[in-house]
């Protein structure tokens, strides 16, 4: 009992501050169950970014800059030198902005992408507005971000994404390159906010030891498959 409960004590302490970031036509009211969530889980210090405005009206790096500050807003409030970084749709884009940009990278420990478009979405073309555009496969924006060598140093990467989805086209977009990855298959792209599965497999990403330790789920048989 003693044991367990040292171990508990030291997973508590070790959990970082962790920053969440909506997507488009979202809020920071959105992100309430993953807080919560988190909350439940242990986590002591979980932020909400509220990025302005939220309509794809501004740049990607504009936003970006918001959640550079939210960032170093909550490093300086609890004393951290690092945290953690949970990002839906256009804000997984944003942080990863952040990351590649503006330094961010020097001060995120684990990044967790949730249904981002980091190719681009055809989606984009709908809206002609500077984030949209920033969103579309192909832009320049993206073009950029992916020709880093090097895009985000140590910081540790995941992807959550579902194939299913109807925002992120292709949903394939929402892979990045050398993520620890894991496909849920959620129908409705706001839903992945809500899923349990995703919402289990982020507390799994900020806690597992080594990133080595997120393995995708196990494959569900089909009916009739021996």
Do not use: C
């Not at 507005?129 to 140590?154: I, K, Q, T, V």
């Amino acid at each position: 009992m003693k044991n367990q409960s040292r171990h508990a004590t030291l997973a508590s302490r070790e959990r970082l501050p962790v920053l969440l970031v909506h997507g488009i036509d979202d809020d920071a009211r959105s992100l309430a169950p993953l807080a919560d969530g988190l909350t439940r889980a242990g986590f002591q210090d979980v932020h909400r970014v509220e990025l302005k405005p939220n309509n794809g009206a501004a740049p990607i790096s504009v936003l970006a800059e918001q959640v550079a500050e939210a960032a170093n807003r909550l490093r300086a409030r609890t004393g951290h030198a690092r945290i953690d970084v949970v990002a839906f749709s256009m804000g997984a884009l944003v942080s990863r902005y952040y990351l590649q940009r503006l330094k961010g990278r020097n001060h995120v420990r684990r990044f967790v992408s949730i249904s981002g478009p980091h190719a681009g979405t055809l989606m984009g073309w709908l809206r002609a507005n500077p984030g949209a555009r920033d969103m579309r496969p192909g832009s320049e924006l993206l073009r950029g971000l992916a020709a880093d060598e090097s895009p985000f140093g140590d910081v540790q990467v995941f992807t959550l994404w579902t194939p299913l989805d109807l925002m992120i086209l292709p949903a394939r977009s929402s892979q990045l390159a050398g993520a620890r990855e894991r496909t849920i298959p959620v129908v409705l792209h706001p839903l992945m906010l809500r899923d349990e599965r995703v919402l289990r497999s982020v507390r799994e990403a900020l806690t597992v030891e080594r990133p080595e330790d997120f393995p995708p789920p196990p494959v569900t048989p089909s009916p009739g498959t021996p």
